[in-house]
């Protein structure tokens, strides 16, 4: 679990600011997926990452959010024009594939919430 | 449209007993199934998995057991312990449809282990 970095921990933004949560996979893992957990729900799935590339953003609302991991740094998911519906736990979990198993290995999270 | 679906919002047992927790599901492309741990503040930690061609896997005091005609799997803890007090997510993946790891989760089932 340690070795998925997630920051900050905690984001409060006000309504209509911007939110930028900022996730470094495990050493060796190129695929970065983000998944918001809702008060008493579980994970729903955002998007799926590969370095420099979107695999799949089906998850993810259509307008007001992005997701990119570039070839060097950390997986950013931006949330522009932040409304209070946004408020989540947001979690960044990373994977080796190939290794025979789907096991993703998640970060602590980010507690986004929104006043 | 819950794909998987944790009927138990929570579960009580004594220390030493079994535990078990239940998942359905109705998508019959799902192939991969995992079990994960969450404690408060924290991000899941992924606990034991198996694929659709297998019906049990064990590791350690953790089994889980698949039975695919009636698309359900449940998590066997035995002998449960304090510490495995939180919340149990299950989580499924379509690997073969999709190629893609993406995991639909179930709301959680909270089990406490009493002393």
């Known amino acids: 679990n340690a070795g998925v970095m997630q920051n900050p921990r905690h984001l409060v933004r006000r309504r209509g600011q911007e939110a930028r949560l900022r996730c470094s996979p495990m050493?060796?893992?190129?695929?970065v997926y983000w998944y918001r957990q809702l008060p008493e729900e579980g994970l729903k799935f955002m998007v799926y990452?590969?370095?420099?590339?979107?695999?799949?953003e089906s998850g993810m609302p259509k307008e007001r959010f992005s997701a990119e991991f570039p070839k060097e740094g950390p997986s950013i998911l931006r949330i522009q024009q932040v409304v209070r519906g946004d408020s989540a736990a947001y979690f960044c979990?990373?994977?080796?594939?190939?290794?025979?198993?789907?096991?993703?290995?998640f970060g602590q999270g980010t507690r986004l919430t929104v006043v | 449209d819950q794909q998987v679906k944790q009927n138990s919002p929570s579960l009580s047992v004594q220390e030493g007993r079994i535990s078990i927790l239940n998942c359905d599901y109705t998508?019959?492309?799902?192939?991969?199934f995992l079990w994960y741990k969450k404690y408060p503040a924290e991000g899941p930690t992924f606990l034991i998995s198996?694929?659709?061609?297998?019906d049990k896997n064990e590791d350690g005091r953790f089994t889980v057991f698949l039975n695919k005609s009636a698309k359900h799997l449940s998590l066997h803890i035995v002998p449960s312990q304090p510490g495995d007090s939180a919340v149990y997510f299950c989580?499924?993946?379509?690997?073969?449809?999709?190629?893609?790891?993406?995991?639909?989760f179930g709301k959680g089932t909270l089990l406490t282990v009493n002393p």
């Open positions: 979990a990373s994977s080796q594939l190939g290794k025979g198993g789907a096991e993703a290995f």
């Open positions: 050493k060796g893992h190129s695929h």
């Open positions: 990452l590969q370095k420099e590339n979107i695999i799949d």
């Open positions: 998508n019959s492309m799902f192939d991969y």
């Open positions: 198996i694929s659709s061609i297998k």
């Open positions: 989580a499924a993946s379509a690997y073969s449809a999709s190629s893609n790891y993406k995991l639909t």
